[in-house]
Each structure stands twice: as C-alpha cells, then as structure tokens.
C-alpha cells in the first residue's frame, strides 16, 4: 500500500506549502504566457477538503447535503467511500510529520491530457472537466490538464511528439504518477506515451471502468463490472504486464495498485487469453441467469398492472436525490459520478392514488465505454422496460444539450426511444432565469425543479401522473334500453370497443378505467374480468379527487335517468 518503496520522486518532494506555491507560479507562467495550442486550466492543488469546491463542474461543494442526511439509508456506505479519497497520511501510526509526509498511501497524482479539433476548445475543456471529476472520484488528485490543439490525435503517442515532450517535463515537475488521457488510447499509442513520459498512462474508459468497480456492490453488478473489465484488457494484454510492472515495481493485484487496475487486476492480466475467454463465458453465463431472476421479478410487476416509471439521465444530474424527495427512499446520494450502479426501485403513488413503481438508475456518461453499456444492459433493461422515462439534466451544467443528447443516445442504443420521456431540469436553486430561458427554448416541455429546496416537486408529480399509463378492464356489457346515460358515458370516454343492439339491450364490448367498474358492474356478463392491458393515459384527470370521481359517476347515470 506504501508507495514509498518505489518512488524515489516522493522523497525528494518540497514541503507541501513550497509545492502548492511552485505549482501556482508556473500555472501562472503558463497562464501570462498562452503558450500556442497547449491550454492549461488546472489550478494548483490545495488541502483536499477544499480541493474539491468549485472546480470540476460535475461536482458541486457538499454543504447542503443535510436533507439527504436525513432520508438516507446508506451513510455507512457513504462513510467508507469518503474514506477511500484523499487520504494524506498514516497519522495514527507515526508522530514525526515530515515522516507522515513520506509515507503517503498509494494514491496517484494524475496530469489530464486531451487533444480538441480547432473551434471545440469549449467542449474539450468540458471533457476534461468531467474527466477530472472522474479521476477524483476514482480517489486520484489532479494536478493538471493539458489541452493540445490537433486536428485528430498523433496515432503514434495521442499528443504530438513536441507536446508528449512537454507533458514528461510537467510529469517530473509536479511528481505526478499517472497520466490520464481524455479518449479510449489504442494499445500502442498507450506504450508509446509511456515511454516518453515514463510513468502509467491511462485513458477515460480505465478510470470509469475503476469507478464501476469500486462502486459496484450487488453481485450481478461485480460481475457486469468484471465482464466490461476483461473485455476491455483483452486487446492490451500484450505489453500490459510489462509497463505496469516498471510502474508498481512488481506489486501487483492488490486493491493499492492503483486506478486502471483494480478490480480484475494484474494478476488476472497476466492469465493468458484463453483463461480470460473463459472467465467472460461464464460470467455472461451467471449474469444471464441473474436476469432470469429479474426478469421474474419483473413479470410480478407486470401482472400487477402496475406502470413502471424509469429516472434516467446523465451522472450526477440528481436522479437519486429525486428519487429520495419523491418516495424519501434513502437511496445513496453522492456529489460523485456514478454514485449509483444497481437500479433501485421503490413504489410510490399519483397524487390521485394510482400506484407506480420508480425506478433509479445507472447514470449515463459522454464515451460510456461501449463495454460497460454492453455489460449493464439488463439494468438498462430497467430503462427500457419502463412505460415513463423521466430523463433528468443538471440545469447547472455547462453543456446541458450535450448530456441530454448523450443520455438519448444511450437510450437509442438499447432500443428505448419509443418511451415517453419527460425532460426534467433539476438543480433549478442554481440557475438564474435567463438561463431558465434557454433551457425552456432547448425543451419547451420540460419541468424545472430542485431535488433540493422542493421546487417544482408537485408539478413534476401532476406531469408523471398524466403520463403513467392507466390499467383498463375490458368488460362485456348488456345495457338496457332505460339506461342509454351508461352507453353515451362509455363513448364519451372514448373506450368502446364493439357495440351491437339486441332485444334485450345494447351489448357492449368496452375498456374501462377500474374506477368506472362500479359504474358498470351490474350490466356485466360473462362474469371473470377479461384480461387487462395497459394504454396510455389519456383520459385521466390529475386533479380530480378520488372521492369526487366516484361520486360523479355514482350520480350521473341516477340524474339523467329523471
Ligand atoms: N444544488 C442542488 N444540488 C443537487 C440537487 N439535486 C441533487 N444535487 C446534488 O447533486 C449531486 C448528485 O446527486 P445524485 O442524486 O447522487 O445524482 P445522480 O444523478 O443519482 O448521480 P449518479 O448516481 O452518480 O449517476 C449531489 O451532491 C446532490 O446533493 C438540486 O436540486 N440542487
Ligand atoms: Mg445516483
């Protein structure tokens, strides 16, 4: 877990103040400077507790968590995330201070690199962004980003030669120990960065991958985590094994190895290619047999009649938090990516009580490596099974047309863009109203609301239960002449099936709301209930009480028949 066997560059770091003051002055260099294509955004790093406020736009500071606080069921899990990151020092096991310097645990120090076409510097700075919050909540520090301007990436060493160049002098600088680049790296131009840096590269898909792994916690969710992982290592196992043990000085597989190599690490990467073949096989094997089971679940659901509601959306956007303020589910909140990768589900009701089930889910991400996309497809089932998709953007964000269109994506790949989606702007304490403006202009259906403060909670209720399909009972009728009041009921609502008119009456084939059952009961034949469906809800209407609705249909037929 030390890494002050290997690294001899961490015993000849300055005093942390002295580096924090190094690293701000040549950001600063940098900064007056505007060195041609290369751009640096990152600030030097301070204290972790602050190091994370205002920066990476993903994450946001934790001060106004205490309504999650209060819901939320898992702080133990919170708990012993938090204290995977940042942590400085063994400080109960040595008194000396500059020792405790020394004597970090493994956690890396990590330089960004991107590449952006000309005229998308806003997009690539986004990116890394986004990528910086992710290698923070892989438990990495960032130091820096580097933003090289190219028409394509150099297929030889991603950034060009001069640039790679640069990058090993800021490397040895800053002490860092990982460089992260924000794209999928071909294998080769993987070796070829590392030789001219000389320290671990790792790319965009390897920190999420570590994400998913150190999150996953049901046993479908490991193995879907596992699967995505050896498909991603299989194409790199050849030099893989090499590198790596230049980088950890031979230690390998355990939990300390670091990001890009946890989970089925270096010791299941030096398995040779069959063995990971096999390893795949029967992981897609028990994966498949655990859908069974979900599946069955959700078949139960299914008879039940009861409509299925999906909150998908891009990381972080607050689809936990909604789900915590709408049913106070205690679902795990973090202002972290991917806080949530098992799909949890909560009944809940319409304001006029018809029950629903509320599904949260995985959180999307822009290049969500295709192999995690593929592995967690019978979560995403939950998605695509869904009869309502409440599709929730970070209003706050930068780019919020961006992540909607990556989260439509997504859905498009599992074959969901047939469902109902209602574009939901959460977060909407952050923004101010020229910003409500645009986003309205952007989606003119859309719902603002704050998981928050509790804005907009009602309205967003009233939109999903328009939307949440109604179960309807097909029923046979045979409605005498006396009472034509039911018969121009039924066509007024719209659910008449067949009609024919009879010596003893007028027979009816009808779908009815199961609120209209009472109404009808006494002209029903056949006596079981035929089978229900589902069919979207048109004719509900939110704001009728229950009470209200019954007694209007008690006494329609009785007034009109005087
Ligand atoms: N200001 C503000 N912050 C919010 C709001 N809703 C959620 N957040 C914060 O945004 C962060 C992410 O919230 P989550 O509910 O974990 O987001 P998520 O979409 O479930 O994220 P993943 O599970 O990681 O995909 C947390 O720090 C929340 O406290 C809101 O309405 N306003
Ligand atoms: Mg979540």
């Known amino acids: 877990m030390l890494n002050d066997v290997n690294d001899s560059r961490d015993h000849a770091r300055p005093e942390s103040d002295d580096r924090n003051d190094a690293i701000v002055d040549r950001v600063l260099a940098r900064g007056e400077s505007e060195r041609d294509s290369t751009t640096v955004f990152r600030q030097a790093p301070q204290p972790p507790s602050s190091f994370r406020q205002g920066r990476a736009e993903a994450l946001q500071d934790d001060r106004h968590t205490s309504y999650d606080e209060q819901v939320d069921g898992l702080q133990l899990e919170r708990e012993e995330r938090r204290s995977l990151q940042f942590v400085e020092s063994l400080s109960t096991e040595l008194e000396d201070v500059t020792e405790v310097e020394n004597r970090q ?143 950890a000085g031979g230690q390998v597989g355990s939990a300390g190895a670091g990001m890009g190599s946890r989970g089925p690490g270096e010791t299941k990467i030096e398995l040779d290619r069959r063995r990971i073949h096999t390893r795949m096989a029967k992981l897609r094997r028990e994966i498949a047999g655990m859908k069974t089971a979900r599946d069955t679940k959700r078949a139960r659901r299914d008879r039940n009649l009861v409509p299925a509601v999906a909150i998908a959306g891009y990381t972080n956007a607050g689809k936990s938090s909604l789900l915590n303020r709408i049913t106070r589910a205690g679902v795990l909140v973090e202002n972290q990516l991917f806080a949530t990768l098992d799909a949890t589900v909560r009944r809940t009701e319409t304001p006029d009580g018809r029950p629903y089930t509320l599904a949260d889910t995985v959180g999307f991400v822009r290049n969500l490596p295709h192999q995690l996309v593929e592995a967690f497809r019978s979560t995403l089932e939950e998605v695509a099974d869904a009869d309502v998709l409440v599709h929730v953007v970070d209003a706050a964000h930068p780019d919020p047309a961006g992540q909607i269109q990556t989260v439509r994506e997504v859905i498009g790949e599992i074959d969901s863009r047939h469902i109902p989606e209602l574009i939901v702007f959460n977060k909407a304490d952050l923004i101010d109203g020229d910003t409500e403006i645009a986003l309205r202009g952007l989606e003119p259906n859309s719902v603002f609301v704050s998981a928050r403060t509790g804005e907009g909670i009602e309205e967003l209720l009233d939109r999903i239960a328009q939307m949440v399909p109604v179960a309807e009972v097909e029923v046979d009728l045979v409605v005498p002449y006396s009472r034509g009041d039911i018969v121009s009921f039924l066509h007024d609502e719209g659910g008449v099936l067949s009609e024919s008119h009879e010596a003893d009456g007028t027979h009816l084939h009808a779908r009815v709301h199961p609120d209209q059952l009472g109404l009808v009961e006494p002209f029903r034949v056949g006596g079981a209930a035929a089978p229900e469906r589902r069919r979207p809800n048109v004719r509900h209407k939110p704001n009728l009480e229950p009470e209200t609705k019954v007694e209007r249909k008690l006494e329609l037929p009785r007034r009109e028949q005087n």
Not at 147 to 158: E, G, H, I, S, V
Not at 225 to 244: H, I, T
């Open 105 to 247: 645990v493994r956690l890396e120090n990590v330089v960004l690199i991107g590449v952006y076409p000309a005229g998308s510097q806003q997009d690539g700075e986004t990116s890394l962004q986004e990528l910086a919050a992710l290698c923070e909540t892989a438990g990495a520090r960032v130091l820096e980003g580097l933003l090289q301007r190219r028409p394509y990436p150099d297929p030889a060493t991603y950034l060009g030669r001069g640039k790679a160049g640069e990058l090993a002098e800021i490397v040895a600088e800053t002490g860092a120990d990982t460089v992260v680049a924000d794209t999928e790296l071909a294998p080769s131009q993987r070796r070829a960065l590392e030789d001219v840096v000389k320290v671990k590269v790792i790319d965009r898909t390897a920190v999420i991958l570590d994400i998913f792994s150190q999150h996953a916690k049901s046993r479908e969710g490991k193995a879907q985590v596992e699967l995505a992982q050896l498909s991603y290592l299989l194409p790199r196992l050849r030099g893989w094994g090499e590198s790596m043990s230049r980088q």
